[in-house]
Nanobody
């Protein structure tokens, strides 16, 4: 089992920045690919970013590429999502998730473990 706890969400104006953190406990963190997803009211959960076990490869949803950066610190068992130039359409609950492997990384069902989520609200 892996337990994931997100933090860092909040209310920010458009154009602002936030840094989300996700602390993991349980099985060795470095075994897992980590992903960030988000869900807006009335919409399906969507992929935001993913990072491989050693940080060697990162993947982004097209609309966040160049604005968001995913990173990880295996010594601290933590994955981060730096979000810059935020837009109102970035509003939603942000979840971190963990899985083995990287195939089909944008698909939520491929992730075995999930955090409880943190709310991000971007005002216009």
């Amino acid at each position: 089992q892996v337990q994931l706890v997100e933090s860092g969400g909040g209310l920010v104006q458009a154009g602002g920045s936030l840094r989300l953190s996700c602390a993991a406990s349980g099985r060795p963190f470095s075994l897992y690919t980590m992903g960030w997803f988000r869900q807006a009211p009335g919409k399906e959960r969507e992929f935001v970013a993913a990072i491989t076990w050693n940080g060697g490869d990162t993947y982004y949803f097209a609309s966040v590429k160049g604005r968001f950066t995913i990173s990880r610190d295996n010594a601290k068992s933590t994955v981060y999502l730096q979000m810059n130039t935020l837009r109102p359409e970035d509003t939603g609950v942000y979840y971190c998730a963990a899985r083995m492997g990287i195939i089909d990384y944008p698909i939520p069902d491929k992730y075995a473990y999930w955090g409880q989520g943190t709310q991000v609200t971007v005002s216009s």
